[in-house]
């Protein structure tokens, strides 16, 4: 069985091929931009090519039975059509729910008549390290809504429930939320990496459009919607789901082992 790992050098691509290696996977086919620089094991088919540029598809995906879909929404259609032409079998697709930005991700994929398995996770643990600058130069974190509290996903947690629904059977035609294990809020993740690094961060709270403004040299246009939506988790807490360990029969990752695990960006 032939498995295609598309984004397979982006962070959670590259992830999946190591687990689908680990977990006895020997037909593993990588789509990346830069063969070279991927360094992938020796083991992998690496095949020069990007979702964004589908004339590179059609090599990539013969004698394909399974592939992996990283999100990109520009040319998702197309790339569902051709895998659908090339016999591609089952798309497991990273999107995030058709309440998201990532809806038409998952409605194309649905509409190319092959089957379908949907990743849904929630926000990223490595989202948090927008922080780093601040612990590193300051000492401190500031930044809105102390008290909106998620359920942060590690970034290897989803490629491990990638590999699972690569691998196993009965998953398709299932949409799986995928969030880590513990609702968090957000003056207790600081307070978490506080302890990875030994001593106390402050969180200095700032009122709606200074955490709005904060944002948007990095943001742009979504640093309000940002906001807006860590506003609503303030009055309506994330909590976590229990699919991540259903799946794989593992304990999630918690904030606390990702801050330690991560310790060096904030030193």
């Keep these: 069985m032939t498995i295609l790992v598309t984004g397979a050098t982006g962070n959670i691509g590259r992830r999946l091929v ?143 429930v990638a590999a699972t629904v690569l691998l196993e059977e009965g998953h398709a035609g299932k949409a799986y939320e995928l969030t880590g294990p513990e609702s968090i809020s957000r003056a207790e993740m600081v307070a978490q990496i506080g302890q990875a690094l030994g001593r106390e961060i402050p969180y200095v709270e700032l009122p709606h459009e200074e955490a709005v403004a904060q944002l948007t040299p990095a943001m742009g246009e979504f640093a309000r919607w940002y906001v807006d939506g860590v506003a609503e988790l303030a009055r309506h807490p994330q909590p976590a789901v229990p699919t991540f360990t259903q799946l794989t029969g593992l304990p999630g990752t918690t904030f606390a082992q990702w801050a330690a695990a991560n310790v060096g960006a904030f030193r």
């Design 18 to 160: 190591d687990h689908l290696l680990r977990a006895g996977a020997t037909e593993v086919r990588a789509l990346t931009n830069n063969p070279v620089k991927a360094a992938l094991p020796p083991e992998v088919e690496v095949v020069e090519g990007y979702l964004g540029r589908v004339e590179t598809l059609p090599a990539a995906l013969a004698g394909v039975d399974r592939m992996y879909l990283a999100p990109l929404d520009a040319t998702v259609r197309e790339v569902v059509s051709l895998a659908a032409e090339a016999g591609v079998s089952r798309i497991v697709d990273l999107a995030g729910g058709k309440a998201t930005w990532w809806a038409s991700i998952e409605v194309a994929v649905e509409e190319s008549g092959v089957a379908w398995t949907h990743l849904e996770p929630g926000e990223f643990m490595d989202n948090y390290l927008m922080w780093a600058e601040q612990i590193r130069t300051t000492g401190t974190v500031r930044d809105g809504y102390p008290d909106a509290a998620v359920a942060p996903i590690d970034l290897d947690d989803i490629a491990a």
